[in-house]
T-cell receptor
Framework: KQEVTQIPAALSVPEGENLVLNCSFT??????LQWFRQDPGKGLTSLLL?????REQTSGRLNASLDKSSGRSTLYIAASQPGDSATYLC?????????FGTGTSLTVIP | GAGVSQTPSNKVTEKGKYVELRCDPI?????LYWYRQSLGQGPEFLIY????????DSGLPNDRFFAVRPEGSVSTLKIQRTERGDSAVYLC???????????????FGPGTRLTVL
């Protein structure tokens, strides 16, 4: 069974700092990987989806990379803002299922 | 257009009761997923529909859980004889039809918070 791990579990940074969130998975036979953010008490908002054939995807201040062979993905957030404070989740698509990590709780301090 | 909607937003019930949770996907999305999320955890897959049929129900924890999507749009998750351990946020997501096995970007609803007393 696919297992997804996200480190660190929590991260606190001052506003303006660049940061990297990590996601690792045990089975490299994935179709794609998707990054989400979740605000307290809310559903998930899709940020980026990387297909297994891709190495990275960019959207605004966000850049996600994928190294399928080593079972790793990173989400890079540039020039962090207080509005970026949320829990960030990665999910890998294996078969018909998406397997989620437990998330990284990010706090950006003004 | 409208996103994924879920009703009710909150449901409180007593142990042993029956509940139904509803999901309205984005129009035109043939794929629909149900997840369950406990506090501090990531969503856990329950079931995946492609059109009207359940293509993968391997995540349903036991036979008290059942889901339908009779017309290929709205889906209902049904839980019989609820237990306290069923308390969680139930999330629904929809997406376009998978291509060559690769599932597309999922769009989530706000969830239904179920509390079983």
């Amino acid at each position: 069974k696919q297992e997804v791990t996200q480190i660190p579990a929590a991260l606190s940074v001052p506003e303006g700092e660049n940061l990297v969130l990590n996601c690792s998975f045990t089975d490299s036979a994935i179709y794609n990987l998707q990054w989400f953010r979740q605000d307290p008490g809310k559903g998930l908002t899709s940020l980026l989806l990387i297909q297994s054939s891709q190495r990275e995807q960019t959207s605004g201040r966000l850049n996600a990379s994928l190294d399928k062979s080593s079972g790793r993905s990173t989400l890079y957030i540039a020039a962090s803002q207080p509005g970026d404070s949320a829990t960030y989740l990665c999910a890998v698509n294996t078969g018909n299922q998406f397997y989620f990590g437990t998330g990284t709780s990010l706090t950006v301090i003004p | 257009g409208a996103g994924v909607s879920q009703t009710p937003s909150n449901k409180v019930t007593e142990k042993g009761k029956y509940v139904e949770l509803r999901c309205d996907p984005i129009s035109g999305h043939t794929a629909l997923y149900w997840y369950r999320q406990s506090l501090g955890q990531g969503p856990e897959f329950l079931i995946y529909f492609q059109g009207t049929g359940a293509a993968d129900d391997s995540g349903l924890p036991n036979d008290r859980f059942f889901a339908v999507r009779p017309e290929g749009s709205v889906s209902t998750l049904k839980i019989q004889r609820t237990e306290r351990g069923d308390s969680a946020v139930y999330l629904c997501a929809s997406s376009l039809m998978p291509v060559s096995g690769s599932h597309n970007e999922q769009f989530f609803g706000p969830g239904t918070r179920l509390t079983v007393l």
